[in-house]
């Protein structure tokens, strides 16, 4: 299990609140689902294009966040999450690890989602240190990972040292339907 806690400061505020990532089993992962559906509701509400639309009916997210405690179950996937200090999810990322024979090193990161309420605190950048981390206890040396071209999320990840490969136009819709670009990364362990 991965377990770091740290302070983190809000950029608007001066209070600290210290947010706890760590690793869920396949038991706490489907216990989860509840709490992981609310979060990703909140990101594709508030514009996020990762994979849903807008509105997100709750079965929907829920039925996807039953399938990843599945993945976990099998040791296909890694699934990270970051508390708050009252034990409340308030974001997420996972480490795709299931990949075809000749790809034994390698693993996507997928679903980097931060809670609007929990953003501007640190948790994602803690959140890619830690699927880091989780990559080299599962011997993954090159990791892959998809964002919204132009998107906060593109920033962060280069200002982690990821390697931008490329842009597709036109890859993928925004949650209202708009087409967006898609830029790809990678990073070496």
């Known amino acids: 299990m991965i377990t770091t806690t740290a302070t983190t400061t809000a950029s608007a ?41 807008w509105p997100l009916p709750r079965d929907k997210a829920l039925a996807f966040w039953r399938g990843v405690a599945d993945g976990v179950g099998r040791n296909d996937r890694v699934l990270l999450v970051a508390e708050d200090t009252g034990g409340r999810i308030v974001g997420t990322v996972q480490l795709i690890t299931a990949m075809p024979d000749n790809q034994p090193h390698r693993a996507d990161v997928a679903k980097m989602l931060v809670h609007r309420s929990a953003r501007r605190q640190g948790v994602a950048q803690r959140l890619m240190a830690a699927v880091d981390n989780a990559a080299r206890t599962e011997s993954k040396t090159v990791l892959v990972l998809d964002t919204v071209t132009g998107g906060d999320a593109e920033r962060l990840y280069e200002r982690a040292g990821w390697q931008r490969v490329g842009i597709v136009p036109d890859y993928a819709l925004m949650p209202d339907g708009a087409m967006c670009g898609t830029t790809f990364f990678c990073r070496h362990l």
């Open 13 to 53: 505020a001066t209070t600290s609140s210290p947010i706890t990532i760590r690793r869920l089993g396949a038991n706490e992962a489907a216990a989860s689902v509840d709490a992981l559906a609310d979060v990703l509701i909140d990101c594709v509400q508030g514009g996020a294009s990762v994979s849903f639309m």
